[in-house]
């Protein structure tokens, strides 16, 4: 169904505006909530905004309450991806990502997968007494058990087989050089492409893995934390056809409406902060004519 918000991105609290849209509206929603304690995306201290909480519980439960509150809105075979990343305090990790992601699934959400965002290029830092963080969580959400997951969409490259891959044998075609059935002895035998063959070495490659390797986006404003193309570009092939509708309840720079407009989507975003909804709408308005309105 088209509605008046397809497209636009809209001012002021997710928790208010989200009342508007109708339930079983959106086919998926992709976003990055601002990170426990992290940064400041508004000047005033009491407008509402994500991530200024004065503890971890708080800020869970903030979370909590909004995807509750959007749980209606999105259709029944619908996906959430939420990207979300840690704060140490006191030299603690806090687990927040996981913590938020097992209060949702306690509220009723299905956690189908925790997807690892490996950063290869995350920033040297001067810490010497543990490892450099160089990670963060995409975690994907059903709202029932069936829902749409389009696997061929995001296929990633095979391991390609060669005299020195530690899986050379156990397989006629293993310790051949270049082995798959594709390029190897057997290649062009369609038997191999059936059943469990299939899933080892579909034409078009393995199914999604998840450790996902993806570098930092290049659009980096002075203090914002911008999402990659490629992370969005991921979850909205994985779980939307042309014409959908995307969600992303906390729009800062527009990447996910960015993204969507790019692979012939539409969106709908929510910003607290009026200066980021325009450097949004700035970002998106070139590629507004790609989002495919059916
Ligand atoms: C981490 S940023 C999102 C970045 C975005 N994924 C991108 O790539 O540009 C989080 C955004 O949520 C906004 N925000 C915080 N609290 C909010 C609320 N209650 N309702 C709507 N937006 C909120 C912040 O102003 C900030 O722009």
Redesign the pocket.
């Known amino acids: 169904m088209k509605s008046k918000h397809e497209n636009k991105i809209l001012l002021?609290?997710?928790?208010e505006v989200i009342k508007i849209f109708p339930d079983l509206h959106f086919q998926a929603i992709i976003?990055?909530?601002?990170?426990f304690g992290h940064r400041k995306?508004?000047e005033k201290s009491s407008s509402?905004?994500?991530?200024r909480e004065s503890n971890p519980e708080q800020y869970i439960e903030n979370i909590r309450q909004i995807f509750n509150g959007l749980r209606p809105k999105l259709k029944d075979n619908g996906l959430l991806w939420l990207n979300l990343g840690d704060t140490y305090r006191e030299k603690t990790l806090l687990g927040i990502p996981w913590r938020t992601a097992l209060a949702l699934q306690s509220d009723g959400w299905i956690l189908r997968s925790d997807i690892i965002w490996r950063k290869t290029n995350a920033m040297p830092s001067s810490i010497k007494d543990r490892p450099t963080t160089d990670h963060e969580y995409v975690f994907m959400f059903s709202k029932t058990p069936e829902y749409l997951y389009y696997a061929d969409a995001i296929r990633e490259p095979h391991v390609t087989f060669s005299d020195k891959s530690k899986m050379k044998g156990g397989r006629n075609h293993f310790g051949k050089r270049d082995g798959t059935p594709e390029n190897g002895k057997n290649g062009g035998n369609s038997n191999l492409h059936n059943g469990r063959w299939d899933q080892a070495f579909h034409p078009n490659g393995r199914n999604k893995r998840t450790v996902w390797d993806i570098s930092l986006?290049k659009f980096r404003d002075t203090h914002?934390?911008?999402?990659p193309e490629k992370l969005v570009e991921t979850c909205i092939l994985a779980s939307t056809k042309e014409g959908d509708l995307v969600f992303?309840?906390?729009?800062?720079?527009?990447?996910?409406a960015l993204v969507a407009c790019k692979l012939g989507r539409n969106f709908t975003g929510?910003?607290?902060?009026e200066k980021?909804k325009d450097m949004?709408e700035k970002r998106v308005s070139p590629y507004l004519k790609q989002a495919k309105l059916v």
């Open positions: 002021g609290d997710v928790r976003t990055s909530p601002p990170y995306y508004s509402g905004e994500v991530g986006g914002f934390a911008v999402y992303d309840p906390f729009m800062g720079s527009g990447t996910t929510v910003e607290l902060v980021y949004a």
